[in-house]
């Protein structure tokens, strides 16, 4: 199975597709992700993405199809792929399109995840996470026993950190790229007639995986 995964910042698609891979083989693609191992590499290409993630700007698409490209040809499998964050403009969702149609591979579904703007800035400038082990923490939903320090590494002296582009004013940034370059991908994906599953992230994550189960059964991708 091949599903793009879409939604604002903080709708919870991370949460999702991690349940997802468990329930279905699949490789887990987050552009997000990918570009932020990038970034720790140091390297000339990890700088400048940072100067366009850091201010809660769109990587220029010939830089992100050129990545996604390769990560998706080498991990593309029989057991299939979730992308998560890519596409994020049209362009990418017609470069995509020409990839998959050159491997005569096709999307099964669209999972788009919105929630309100208010919710995602509450979720995302709350995040925190440990430089050492990688737990996330939340400063409300999630804190950690040790206030500003993680509670698994280093007898409570490991202080949390908050990325970059989690800072509110970034978070209204990311959000307003959004609604301009990844909002009409949705309506490309609608016209092409894929199965578009959408879902109402405002609720507990329990939730919206059992909203997002049974819409993957009502369109045949589930038993
Ligand atoms: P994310 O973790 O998915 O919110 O991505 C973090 C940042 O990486 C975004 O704010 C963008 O700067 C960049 N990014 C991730 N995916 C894409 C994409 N498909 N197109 C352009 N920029 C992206």
Do not use: W
Not at 16 to 32: C, N, P, T, W, Y
Not at 147 to 171: I, N, P, S, W
Not at 198 to 209: H, I, K, R
Request: contains cysteine; charged residues 25%.
């Amino acid at each position: 199975m091949r599903l793009v995964l879409m939604g604002p910042p903080g709708a919870g698609k991370g949460t999702q597709a991690k349940r997802l891979i468990d329930e279905f083989s699949m490789v887990h693609l987050s552009s997000g992700d990918i570009f932020r191992e990038v970034r720790a590499s140091g390297s000339a290409l990890g700088e400048r993405l940072a100067a366009y993630m850091d201010a809660g700007e769109l990587v220029p698409d010939d830089l992100v199809v050129s990545i996604m490209a390769q990560a998706i040809s080498e991990s593309d499998s029989a057991s299939g792929i979730m992308l998560d964050g890519f596409p994020r403009t049209v362009p990418q969702a017609e470069a995509l399109d020409e990839q998959l149609s050159q491997a005569s591979a096709t999307l099964d579904a669209v999972v788009v995840i919105v929630a309100d703007d208010d919710v995602i800035v509450e979720r995302i400038t709350g995040r925190r996470s440990c430089p050492e082990c990688g737990k996330i923490f939340h400063v409300t939903f999630m804190p950690s026993a040790a206030g500003e320090f993680c509670d698994v590494c280093g007898d409570g002296k490991v202080a949390l950190t908050q990325r970059e582009d989690d800072r509110e004013d970034v978070v209204r940034q990311r959000l307003a790229a959004y609604l301009a370059q990844t909002q009409p991908v949705i309506g490309y994906y609608r016209r092409a007639g894929l199965k578009m599953i959408e879902l109402n992230g405002n609720g507990s994550p329990e939730e919206v995986t059992a909203e997002l189960m049974t819409a993957l059964q009502a369109v045949g991708l589930r038993n």
